[in-house]
């Protein structure tokens, strides 16, 4: 995005407030914010959208301390700051329009998805199965309001072969705006439920609603709907392309039968219009069957956009929904969570329900945070939703949210024996859970967004199993802003994904991140695959690339980085194969002696590549070696001259990259000379100082933990030797504890009898040999230790901390190490702990 405030105000009918009108109309906008809640990108305008509650100008001063160069206000609008404002009629409007002229300047048609419920999961099926034949753009999250429709077509950077972007509305007369925005050539009509019916009145004015999104659709386009009744032809009869119905259209795939295929999983047996017949696997659990429905919607897309039935089968049983979606966790002991707190309508909460058939017997709960929206429906359906508890014999049913009452009603008048406990706030029924979640066999929480549910299912994932990886999004996010504030104003900021994100899982960071960074970093190509399947669109940096990688850095978009010819010249090949141009970046090997060429061979390697048509050099970078040592500072130093002498080699061509990158998180804290126009970091980002230097720079928040809890305790006489090898003894009466983590986990044999845990808020020495499942700790002397108290491995709980740094200095090693080894047998719990 690069307009500057003249051309935005054209573009809004605004007027731009200020005496010196030519100097502020030239002012450069880069980014589009409006939550000053968050931390700004760079460049950034404000739009500040009124809410039913309060003005938007009340946001001045917020968006300004957060850097942005300027803000789009209504008419009267009061300024508060020094900020030069852009008056319009009605922010919101002209928010929509900004996107849709920047959408409209993009090549490529675009998919849009509307539907009472299933738009996000169809979306994110079709952005992985595409992603297999061509780079597609897919919406972020569930950007599909009126607000985010708009921010997820800014969001777009890069030209795609398909952009899909969903489409939600809340009452009448509100697609109209989203359908000028987005402007489909294909449409995808989910279902016609019951989600907001208070803003509809009716299912038919629902569906009226919907079908704006495609009255325009051209006819080389198509639309693909359910096969409802109110869909009639009277309703259809300005659409102007085919129209197909998934489920009885005979040239559509049909779904057969369905079937469970095991915990979590279910199995779709397809009919294509071929004739092939396949069986399709996919990560939901047996019990939510409506959304197979969805799923049949998205395998027709894919199947009209030319996907193979065997690629369809292929990429799709790879699918695995996003978190907080029909997540089934199941525990070592056979407690089971089923958590579906995205969204609750009455159609999913009753498919939800027949999760309790399998389970008849157990002790079984279920958390219910209501349905908004149903307006003279609310009460009904509620009731409904507490007699088909009580029916499935739950025997405890936990309420909070809208109409609690008539689901009580409900449930008590049908199954009297059932025990019903009431809330007034999601914060009172997590209290009454954390006291009391052992005793339950089987678990649903059913709730909407708005419910703020994500406390509740953190406490029971955590309860199934005894070892737990909390990471903090929100926390590595901040992480990651500290070091944006380092960076002018242009400055571009790159986060590393490599090695499962340090472990802490790519794909998750990366969806949280995605719109407050730049670029990702990775090492390998099939990284990079990864994150664009989970609909990653940033840019993405690639370290090593080898010549059978080269089609994919080319349908993909990604920037490699290069210091062969020989890669270079294949690069170009593919690139001239897609008909497209490859950016990339030279390394320069200034001392790090890994990868690069040395700084005098910059020159005829750029030359060498400028004669190559279907490349382009983006940027130049080099790698320190010692960053974070200040007895290396003076090679640092030279390492950086190095590079400086690459940077003249490349100016005598004619060359200036537009990045220039050197500075990872040591450098970028300590070498301000070093950061030029980007900086990558990576255990920055997670909570990591590489030496107390940077620690003196930085203030950065610890967003991992690992915790794991006492298995066992036993209390051994004086001279009794504990694990393996006798390599620790009892020296007094000991009260030795066990807790379920050992070196298959990734807890180091370096440990062994010289770790120390946190228990109960005092430290608890490891003894005798780390094994491969369990370790012993010695806790005599600790007060009130209990089987099932929590112990503190690495990072913050209630009060405490071991850093990451210090557990890697008792092993003798580095954070990276640290972070990277621990196993998927631990479960990552991912916290978004907003202030």
Known sequence: MRWTLEQIARQTGGTIDGTSHDQTGNLAVHAIETDTRLAFRTRALFVALDGPNYRGDRFLPAAAERGAVAALVGEEAVNTTDLPLIRVANPLRALQQLAADYHAAMPGPTLAITGSNGKTILKDFLAHSLMSRELVYASPGSYNSQVGVALSLLARRTPVALAIIEAGVSQQNEMQHLAAMIRPRHGVLTNIGLAHFEGFGSRAAIAREKIQLFRDLPPEGWLLIPDDPLLDEALLADIRCPIYRFGSDPRLPKLIATSPAGRGRSQLHLAFPDGQETFLQVAIDYSWREVFQTLLAGICTAWLFGISANSITRYGGAFNPPLNRLELWQSEQGCLLANDSYSADPVSTRSCLSLFDHYQGKNTWFIFAGMGELGERGAYEHRVIGELAARKQVKHLLLTGPHADATAEGYRHAFAEGVVHQFDDTAALTRYADHHAKEAEVVLIKGPREARLDTLTNLFKSKLTQTVYYISLTKIRDNALAYRGLMPADGKLLVMLKAFAYGTDAGQIARFLQTHVDFFGVAYVKEAVSLRRQGINNEILVQLVLPDDVDEVARLDLQPVVFSLDVARALNT????????????????????????FPDQVGPLAAAIQELKHLQIEGLMTHFSSADDPEADAFSREQLAGFEQARAALNALGIDPPLCHAAASAAAARFPEARFSMIRIGLGVYGIYPSREVAETLVLKCPVTLLSQIGSLKTYPPGYPISYNQRFTTKRESRIAFMPL?????????????????VNGRRAPIVGSVCMDFTAVDVTGIEDVAVGDPVLVFGEWRGNSIRVEELAEMEGTIPYEVLVRWSHRIQRIYLMDEE
């Open 574 to 597: 593919a690139a001239e194969r897609h008909n497209t141009r490859i950016k990339i970046h030279l390394k320069v090997d200034t001392g790090m002696g890994r990868f690069g060429v």
């Open 742 to 758: 050992g070196y298959y986990d990734g807890l180091s044999r370096k440990l062994s009898n010289q770790g120390y845990v946190i």
